[in-house]
């Protein structure tokens, strides 16, 4: 059973449907833009040499053959930015690493800052950078959220820089999209008269993070609002770690294909394609924010696997 998740950050698909304000790029079939090739295929090695999750391109990586994904803004497809992703995969996990250029380093979500007027902390809203992959659990998975055509759960790995990377942990949420009312869905009023009904849960369990209270006396000018914790549960599933080296982020993420999770987790299929979606949030919070089109993660080596 999942529980209500922090709602400080956005849903990286919530405003792929509002492609159709700008006559191109457009939304094609639910798979992406059209100015970018989808599917993407994106082929994961087989390794017995297991990545140390770390924020650290170290030797293994070479294995691993690279792809750029576009990502483009969800509102209107403009400011395309590379991501180079690669994968490696075990008899039973897959490792995903992903890089983006990002000028600066946000890593505090919403600090507390001094009013020296006041002599008290303030809390204005403040994005850390963000990283999200989403698979399918079931249903008809397309990148848009708001859609009346399309009814889908899927698997949301969710790396906050503020948050659970200062441990090595990333978020594990799943959505849900329907046409009808759901318990703890948002409704979205759509053209026509129509509605969506989504459901944004973080898995069951501890997450790896919690609110800090706020400091009662003078602490410094800036102040981490959150602190860490060791997370357990469903919510644990997916281990995590970037570093930022001034104009850049690489991540590091691993999660087993079965996480024995079956209500909140993708089963991730080394025997066959895996279809996916990612997000890149760069000092943003909402619909702003960027997205690709659908790639395909292929397992190529391992046993049962062609070489």
Partial sequence: MATSPNNSLTVFLIAIALWGQKPTPTARSGHGWAADPSPIVWESAYTKTLPMIDGVLDEVWKRAKPVTVVVREA????HPKPVVLRALHTDDSVYIAAEWPDATKSDMRDPYVWNPQT??????????DQFAIEFPIKGDFGISMLTVTREYTADV???KAGRGNPIGWVDDK????SQK?????????????RSVYIVRLQDAG????????????YQGDIVDSFEQQEPSGSVADVRGKGVHNGKSWFLEMSRNFNTGHPDDDAVIDHKKDNICAIAVLDD???EEHSVSAVIVLRFKGGPGKAK
Wanted: net charge positive.
């Fill in 206 to 217: 501890t997450p790896s993070f919690k609110v800090r209270p706020e400091p009662q006396s």
């Fill in 119 to 128: 002599k008290k902390y303030e809390r204005p809203s403040k994005p850390d």
């Fill in 174 to 177: 799943y959505h849900v999209i």
């Fill in 181 to 193: 009312p759901l318990p703890e869905a948002k409704k979205h009023a759509l053209h026509g008269g």
């Fill in 284 to 286: 943003e919070l909402y």
């Fill in 157 to 159: 790995w969710h790396w």
């Fill in 75 to 78: 509102m209107g497809g403009d």
